[in-house]
């Protein structure tokens, strides 16, 4: 389904905990991103990826690490989960790094 | 930092009736502006962008406008069906590979039949 998928779907975890988020894609598309979506904030960028191993933060990346170790591949780990996490996460991709994003279809977070 | 503000944040309109959501964004050095809807429970999805090199770009029944010396740019959509209900995201980026896209904070549109 439009060659990228995020997992889980949805978690439940306790704060303190730590948490890490997959974003699979089949498209070998060189850029991939992590955004949360909260209402009345939009999509905000967390970090992403220009390449294996290339990464920098976005606009919110307070207690979050990402990594890249194959092209498919971006994991999105929150060290210690927070109340403040509890959001919609989406990965997306895109071969151009700014045109034509392809979202997946998120992961709903919920830290208790 | 860059920053895209969107208003109204929601609008309803009856079937038939044309719908406008308006975005202004900070960054002059932005000259790539996509539109991306994002129905229920769904992901987004991009539905029609435009570059600064251009004033208006149509689609069917949609169309965006860009005043980029106001930093403005528009969508319209026409002739409104209630599958157009959804939350607009206006969203702005240099058009460069390193650069990220901003997005504004999204417009819930509903389209009452």
């Known amino acids: 389904d439009a060659g990228i998928t995020q997992s889980p779907r949805h978690k439940v975890t306790e704060t303190g905990t730590p948490v890490t988020l997959r974003c699979h894609q089949t498209?070998?598309?060189?850029?991939m991103y992590w955004y949360r979506q909260d209402p009345g904030h939009g999509l905000r960028l967390i970090h992403y990826?220009?390449?294996?191993?290339?990464?920098d933060k976005g606009e919110v990346s307070d207690g979050y690490s990402v990594s890249r170790s194959k092209t498919e591949d971006f994991l999105l780990t929150l060290e210690s989960a927070t109340s403040s996490q509890t959001s919609v996460y989406f990965c997306?991709?895109?071969?151009?790094?700014?045109?034509?994003?392809?979202f997946g279809s998120g992961t709903r977070l919920t830290v208790v | 930092g860059e920053n895209v503000e969107q208003h109204p944040s929601t609008l309803s309109v009856q079937e038939g009736d044309s719908a406008v959501i308006k975005c202004t964004y900070s960054d002059s050095a932005s000259n790539y502006f996509p539109w991306y809807k994002q129905e229920l429970g769904k992901r987004p999805q991009l539905i029609i962008d435009i570059r600064s090199n251009v004033g208006e770009k149509k689609d069917q029944r949609i169309a965006v406008t860009l005043n980029k010396t106001a930093k403005h740019f528009s969508l319209h959509i026409t002739e409104t069906q209630p599958e157009d209900s959804a939350v607009y995201f206006c969203a702005a980026s240099r058009e460069t590979s390193y650069d990220k896209v901003i997005f504004g904070p999204g417009t819930s549109l509903s389209v009452i039949p």
């Open positions: 498209e070998n598309h060189r850029y």
């Open positions: 997306a991709i895109s071969d151009r790094g700014y045109y034509g994003y392809t």
């Open positions: 990826s220009y390449g294996v191993k290339d990464t």
